[in-house]
């Protein structure tokens, strides 16, 4: 079993859309949850960490369920602008390693 | 807002050959990391650095990779006898502290490729 995984998409919506990205992990020992985004040929940025309470940020909201080992990500009203790709990233002790997906391309379309 | 930065943007060797790919990372942070991507593959841990040491290596940092810190603002991955398989880019990170929960903050890449 993969240690991070992800739909493996890519995923077509119209702008205005509302997408779910799913992500499962394999780890107990995981202790932290980001989700970041990537453009093509470019670097991973930052696009929120992921708590256990569940969080939002504008658009985006994230939820964590430990018992499941499962993470989520949820885009309200998708943006031309969104088109990227989702990359779930986790980070497990002890000792420090992270641990990507491989992500789930999203296109939004006009 | 402060940043990660690499050079080269793009290395081209040959097979065999050792490369050095450099970072600055972000000036209070205390954490440094490398990564690789292979073209469309996903990210992979190699390793990661604290208080000049190696915290945490993944299989694939195997002893043709070296990470050191040879002043107080480089971070250099060398690579040793270069291998076609080796072309990848090679993303640096920082994070200021705390790793586990502290965002991690990448630089632009160095894509290298090995001919």
């Known amino acids: 079993r993969k240690e991070v995984e992800q739909d493996p998409g890519p995923f077509n919506v119209p702008e205005g859309a509302t997408v779910a990205f799913n992500c499962t992990y394999s780890?107990?020992?995981?202790?932290?949850f980001f989700w970041y985004r990537q453009d093509c040929r470019k670097e991973p940025k930052l696009l929120m960490s992921?708590?256990?309470s569940g969080n939002e940020d504008g658009r985006f909201t994230a939820q964590l369920n430990r018992a499941s080992q499962y993470i989520s990500l949820l885009i309200r009203d998708s943006k031309l602008s969104d088109s990227a790709t989702y990359l779930c990233?986790?980070?497990?002790?002890?000792?420090?390693?992270?641990?990507f997906g491989a992500g789930t391309r999203l296109f939004v379309k006009a | 807002e402060p940043e990660v930065t690499q050079t080269p943007s793009h290395q081209v060797t040959q097979m065999g050959q050792e490369v050095i790919l450099r970072c600055v990372p972000i000036?209070?942070?205390?954490?440094f990391y490398w990564y690789r991507q292979i073209l469309g593959q996903k990210v992979e841990f190699l390793v990661s650095?604290?208080?000049?040491?190696?915290?945490?290596k993944s299989e694939i940092f195997d002893d043709q990779f070296s990470v050191e810190r040879p002043d107080g603002s480089n971070f250099t991955l060398k690579i040793r006898s270069t291998k076609l398989e080796d072309s990848a880019m090679y993303f640096c990170?920082?994070?200021?502290?705390?790793?586990?929960?502290?965002?991690?903050?990448f630089g632009p890449g160095t894509r290298l490729t090995v001919l």
């Open positions: 990170a920082s994070s200021e502290s705390l790793a586990w929960t502290d965002t991690q903050y």
């Open positions: 990233v986790v980070n497990i002790l002890p000792g420090f390693k992270t641990i």
């Open positions: 780890n107990s020992a995981s202790q932290s």
């Open positions: 000036s209070n942070h205390l954490y």
């Open positions: 992921v708590y256990s």
């Open positions: 650095f604290y208080n000049n040491e190696i915290s945490e």
